[in-house]
T-cell receptor
């Protein structure tokens, strides 16, 4: 069964709206979660690393004021797309791993399809 | 700068035959490699992984081969089944980037009955 839950699965909203996406680890604690973005027919691009109890680490070129990340507990990270515009329309996916080290596979949520009109 | 590359956007094979998906990487610091399978509108599902200390890892119908000198890995699926039809992503991680994955562009596999 799913080990990472992401909600909502789809959002359609008007330009200028802020949208919050939740990512939960269901049966394990995740001190670190990751947020990815995928454009059609392209790869998953890492946006940021969400760290429980501290600030997120953003990849180069990702606006931290645009994509707000909060990791308030060991099982929940949220990504808020602030004042979303049509160019923010994309597929957003989170991941979390059971282990602390790189030899543990990341488990992904089912993603959120964001469409900004 | 694409550190992980899947140069074949698509692959079509007949049911029962072998599917071979390829992946190349440029960063010699990568020490852990994974293959994920993805259906439309869903998140990637982990398939198989390999550590850089190994050159082969097998799990049922799936085998991953790693050639460190060539910075190349491949995923073999045998026998291929129609249910294997999906997009396959290879991903790499370095020991200094715990859990952080760099993905290739993906290869769409179609297995024909």
């Amino acid at each position: 069964g799913a080990v990472v839950s992401q909600h909502p699965s789809r959002v359609i909203c008007k330009s200028g709206t802020s949208v919050k996406i939740e990512c939960r680890s269901l049966d394990f604690q995740a001190t670190t979660m990751f947020w990815y973005r995928q454009f059609p027919k392209q790869s998953l691009m890492l946006m940021a690393t969400s760290n429980e109890g501290s600030k997120a680490t953003y990849e180069q070129g990702v606006e931290k004021d645009k994509f707000l990340i909060n990791h308030a507990s060991l099982t929940l990270s949220t990504l808020t797309v602030t004042s979303a515009h049509p160019e923010d329309s994309s597929f957003y996916i989170c991941s979390a791993g059971r282990g602390l080290y790189s030899n543990q596979p990341q488990h992904f949520g089912d993603g959120t399809r964001l469409s900004i009109l | 700068d694409q550190q992980v590359k899947q140069n074949s956007p698509s692959l079509s094979v007949q049911e029962g035959r072998i599917s071979i998906l390829n992946c190349d990487y440029t960063n010699s610091m990568f020490d852990y490699f994974l293959w994920y399978k993805k259906y439309p509108a869903e998140g990637p599902t982990f398939l198989i992984s390999i550590s850089s200390i190994k050159d082969k890892n097998e799990d049922g119908r799936f085998t991953v081969f790693l050639n460190k000198s060539a910075k190349h890995l491949s995923l073999h699926i045998v026998p291929s089944q129609p249910g294997d039809s999906a997009v396959y992503f290879c991903a790499a991680s370095g020991s200094s980037n715990t859990g952080k994955l760099i993905f290739g562009q993906g290869t769409t596999l179609q297995v024909k009955p």
